[in-house]
């Protein structure tokens, strides 16, 4: 792959391999049971010599089926899995939007959870002060802003997890099924923060299986199958190689 000074994330020939008990009943509690008792492996492939290079200011989406190393993918390039082969380059700030709410302490109140993920994500507390309010309201959680978070329901802390994570002033965002996010309401409050993303020229991995959101968001698109890259460019081609992968494999 050239060198390319404009690039924002360059993947170089990167390969993930999980190493996978074959026994089925395999668990913690059995090898704490039994620690040197030889239990087999099998090496399972996530991805596959996989190669791109995204500009600053792209909206990629990234399209694939289930278990096709999507998140595995987003989770390396955020630096929370490290490569067995190859290598990945981010310039710029990178917030990734992976698992929501990672971070949370249940026992303590919204309000506190607020600090204390902002804090994770990198904003410093007068900026969280600042955007206090913003967040609240967007997340829709004014009147339980002083109830421990494990009063919340699911739904609840991934709004609020949402809520916070887009306050982040960043180059880059990955953005995992993030408008599977809250009821519809919610879901059209996240599509205009989106838009308002793509509109400052932030580079953006977008992951979805709505290709409508796809096409209004995106200018290039990479489609994963088996951990493998099949395609990486124009979005309506990528589009249609994927879905002809879903029609002949079902």
Do not use: W
């Not at 981010?90 to 600090?115: H, M, Q, W």
């Amino acid at each position: 792959m050239k060198n390319n000074k404009s690039y924002s994330i360059q993947v170089q020939n990167v390969t993930k391999e999980f190493s996978i008990p074959k026994e089925k009943n395999f668990s913690l509690k059995s090898y704490f049971l039994n620690p040197f008792r030889k239990v087999d492996h099998e090496v399972f492939t996530a991805l596959k010599e996989v190669s791109f290079e995204i500009q600053r200011g792209d909206f990629v989406g990234m399209i694939g089926r289930n278990g096709s190393g999507k998140t595995t993918l987003l989770r390396i390039i955020a630096g929370i899995y490290l490569p067995d082969r190859g290598e990945v380059q981010v310039r710029g700030k990178l917030t990734p939007f992976l698992e929501l709410g990672v971070g949370f302490s249940p026992e303590l109140s919204a309000r506190d959870n607020i600090f204390l993920n902002g804090v994770i994500l990198g904003m410093s507390r007068r900026t969280i002060e600042d955007k206090f309010k913003e967040i609240v309201e967007f997340a829709e959680v004014g009147e339980f802003i002083d109830t421990p978070l494990k009063n919340y329901s699911s739904g609840m802390q991934v709004r609020l997890a949402f809520s916070i994570a887009i306050q982040t002033k960043s180059d880059i965002y990955l953005l995992d099924e993030v408008l599977a996010v809250g009821d519809a309401d919610f879901q059209k409050k996240s599509l205009a923060k989106i838009t308002d993303l793509k509109e400052s020229g932030k580079t953006i991995m977008f992951v979805s299986h709505d290709m409508e959101d796809i096409k209004k968001f995106c200018n290039k698109v990479l489609v994963l199958d088996k951990g493998r890259p099949l395609y990486f460019g124009e979005v309506d081609e990528g589009i249609a190689q994927y879905r002809e992968i879903c029609e002949r494999l079902g």
